[in-house]
């Protein structure tokens, strides 16, 4: 069962990997002029980003993402995709979301995954869980000199937290319904987002003048 849970960490692991390589590359294409390099380069920070993040404050070194092929390999390959097919305009605001969506909701639950096989309790495995989901998103924005997505009014972090908090959940009644857990984890925070997006939800914001969204 350790196995098989190990397992699907991974898989959702190397998912979010992909998910946030196009993303990253599309994002640098709609947001930015660089060439092929840059392309390469944000998709694959944006990719890795998060997991490297989440692996140096386990304790998990060299992070999976030097030690194992396919990360970077998954990683290249998703950007150069998003390279290939960037003069298709509409693909890329509605694909930059909806990738967006995909890569924070499996990244939430395989980070909180890592982090419990790690040892860490509850309430850090959730935090790290969010870390891993929004950290090469971060990365990604401040080099292209955008606000961050965590930093805005929109709901990002949140439903990184609920799919983290699900996960983590889950584990702590039972650890064999610990891929179930993942699953409904990763589904949770998929349509947060992704309705958040679609009814214009904010997060929850101080008193005072309302800045409107970027």
Known sequence: MLLHVAEV???LDLLGVFAFAVNGAFTAVEKTRVDIV???ALGIITALGGGIIRDLCIGSVPPAAFTDQYYLSIAAGGALIAFFVRRVPRLLHGSILVLDAVGLSVFAVSGAQKALA???HPAPAILLGAVTA???GTIRDVL???IPSVLTSG???IPALVGATITVLTVAHDPRLAVWGAIAGAVACFLIRMLGLRYNVD??????RREPRG
């Open 9 to 11: 960490a991974r898989a």
């Open 38 to 40: 840059g392309i390469l």
């Open 118 to 120: 790690f040892g860490l």
């Open 134 to 136: 929004v950290g090469g």
């Open 144 to 146: 292209i000199r955008e």
């Open 155 to 157: 709901l990002y972090a």
């Open 203 to 208: 997060a929850p914001t101080g008193i005072g």
